[in-house]
């Protein structure tokens, strides 16, 4: 037995109780001195299982009383396994009277590799005003039972087969009446497993049918496929993965609201000048000064039935294992490559048609895309002698907002070398070639496609392991394709740090020098785009952030950005942190 006793005035960072404690006891905003007591009874049948009683009083002063009982075992008798878990609740309040009862029951019988069983869940929670002795719109019941097949090892190579029913009752003229039931058949299953391969496979369809006529009957379909595999002794290695899922989207509508600077993700850019805050004028902050807005969503009440594909597919070839050979397969060896491959598509789901294809074209039906490629090409990967990393990047997402649809996608080409010389001089190269777009249908002033080609050299002297200093130089051009036909010429130049110290100190910092030579309107979408923030002219901006762990559990931040441009004054942003880890 135990008793627990917590005043009302307490406050604590860690959770007393479980996450399902407001529930469990049907409390809503609860207060008042709080006290507990518990008492169970454990009894441990040999060889047959174990059997459980567990009582529990909770009392609160602002007059709740509530008991709760609990009965849970699990057994096996042979071929026979019975797992049960179940607990009635009964509490009074000074404005209602509730009655919660929940049962979990599953039975499997099993011979070999072979099963077969049954499985019942049910609540029903009934909440009573004391004044009108009608039920509360908290009040609610269902019943669901099932049952299933299967055949082979449940931690390896399986296969299993089931069905569920489910009733769900709702609050309908005061009474719990029906207003669902719904039936659902599924597979869950691993068809292959071993040292070079698995698939599992899962589907789920259900089909939930309402007792108001004026509602339509809704199916929802939900799959994980998930395939491993390797070739050549793990010359070659991929991960396929293909997930459906049906379910219903909010149509919501948002706004911004400012906070203190810093505590925010955006900014504001009054682009056409009239003083007035509109959606379409709102950026992601590129500095911590100018994050003064949050994005809030407003409530709603239309939601959208939405069907949802997603696949993925990486593919690594990695020829380390002929490092050790000769001839050409040695020189293979110093190489590898990945692919990635991710496509995540939205769909409104009209009728009980779905569309399983992740790459068709969806029309006025989709509601978000958001499609990912990348590749790279290392050669001595990691090695920094040498070392040449290609890179290609595809980018694609789509949304349906509020103010209309907007799509953006962004292009890469990028190459990197490294090498290093005497363990003391890394010498780095950097170069890249892009280009990225931004469409949205109601606001085309939004509209740009720009195109840029960057060039950067990078120089690093290392002290040793804990300490490094870089310069570096950054060449940049962008132009903007649409619109004004803004352009950008940027020349940064810079030089960073690094340090570690042996008393668990850590410092890093960096100073830039830009010259930006714009031309066209900056107070535009485009040109914010291009600059990232800065201004036409000269720029400079400089960073220190300084770490110290205190003790094991508590490390403490200091951290300082500072930027300065031709025609603004200097601004100075500070924070300090401090983190304790549990």
Do not use: C
Not at 475 to 503: A, H, P, V
């Amino acid at each position: 037995s135990s008793f627990q006793y917590v005043q009302e005035d307490f406050k604590t960072i860690e959770r007393l109780t479980s996450i399902e404690f407001a529930r469990d006891w049907n409390l809503g905003l609860f207060t008042g001195n709080q006290s507990i007591f518990s008492a169970k009874l454990d009894a441990q049948l040999p060889k047959k299982g174990n059997l459980a009683y567990q009582y529990e009083n909770l009392g609160l002063t602002n007059n709740f009383t509530g008991n709760r009982q609990q009965l849970s075992g699990a057994f096996q008798l042979g071929t026979w396994s019975i797992h049960q878990q179940g607990s009635v609740m009964k509490s009074d309040s000074q404005l209602a009277t509730t009655t919660f009862i929940r049962e979990q029951l599953t039975t499997k019988w099993q011979r070999n590799k072979n099963w077969i069983g049954s499985s019942l869940r049910l609540e029903d929670n009934q909440e009573q005003l004391k004044t009108t002795r009608l039920l509360t719109p908290l009040s609610q019941r269902f019943t669901e039972w099932g049952a299933f097949l299967g055949r082979g090892d449940s931690t390896k190579v399986y296969a299993q087969l089931g069905y569920v029913n489910r009733r769900t009752d709702s609050i309908q003229n005061g009474l719990l009446k029906e207003a669902s039931r719904s039936h659902s058949y599924y597979l869950k299953s691993k068809i292959l497993q071993s040292e070079d391969r698995d698939l599992a496979v899962f589907i789920n369809y259900r089909r939930l049918e309402f007792t108001d006529s004026a509602k339509k009957n809704q199916p929802s379909l939900n799959s994980r496929i998930l395939y491993n595999d390797n070739f050549g002794d793990k010359l070659v290695q991929t991960t396929t993965a293909y997930e459906t899922a049906s379910g219903a989207i909010a149509q919501q509508e948002f706004t911004y609201i400012e906070v203190p600077p810093g505590q925010g993700v955006y900014a504001w850019i009054d682009y056409n000048g009239n003083g007035i805050q509109e959606l379409e004028e709102f950026e992601v902050a590129p500095f911590p000064d100018q994050a003064k807005f949050v994005r809030v969503y407003l409530p709603s009440q239309v939601f959208l039935q939405t069907h949802q594909n997603k696949f993925s597919e990486s593919v690594s070839w990695n020829p380390l294992i002929w490092r050790t050979s000769s001839g050409f397969k040695r020189l293979l060896s110093y190489l590898y490559n990945q692919t990635a491959f991710s496509i995540d598509r939205k769909l409104e789901r009209n009728g009980d048609q779905f569309n399983l294809n992740p790459f068709s074209s969806s029309g006025a039906n989709l509601l978000g895309l958001q499609q990912n490629f990348r590749n790279s090409f290392f050669i001595n990967r990691g090695k920094q002698n040498h070392s040449i990393t290609y890179t290609f990047l595809e980018s694609k997402v789509q949304n349906l907002l509020s103010f209309g649809s907007q799509s953006s996608q962004n292009t890469a080409h990028q190459l990197q070398y490294n090498h290093l010389i005497a363990k003391t001089w890394l010498l780095g190269f950097t170069a890249k070639i892009a280009n990225s777009s931004l469409s949205v249908s109601d606001y085309i002033a939004r509209n740009y496609v720009i195109d840029s080609y960057f060039v950067s050299p990078k120089l690093s002297y290392i002290f040793s392991q804990n300490a490094s200093l870089d310069i570096f130089v950054e060449q940049q051009n962008k132009q903007n394709q649409l619109g004004d036909l803004e352009q950008l010429k940027q020349t940064r130049i810079g030089s960073s740090f690094t340090y570690s110290g042996e008393k668990k100190v850590t410092l890093n910092g960096e100073y830039s020098y830009y010259n930006n030579a714009f031309t066209g309107d900056a107070l535009t979408p485009a040109a914010f785009h291009m600059l990232e923030g800065l201004q036409p002219g000269k720029n400079s901006t400089w960073r220190l952030l300084a770490q110290k762990n205190l003790t094991q559990y508590l490390e403490l931040n200091l951290n300082y950005q500072g930027r300065k441009s031709e025609n603004s004054p200097v601004v100075h942003i500070g924070s300090v942190q401090l983190r304790a880890y549990f």
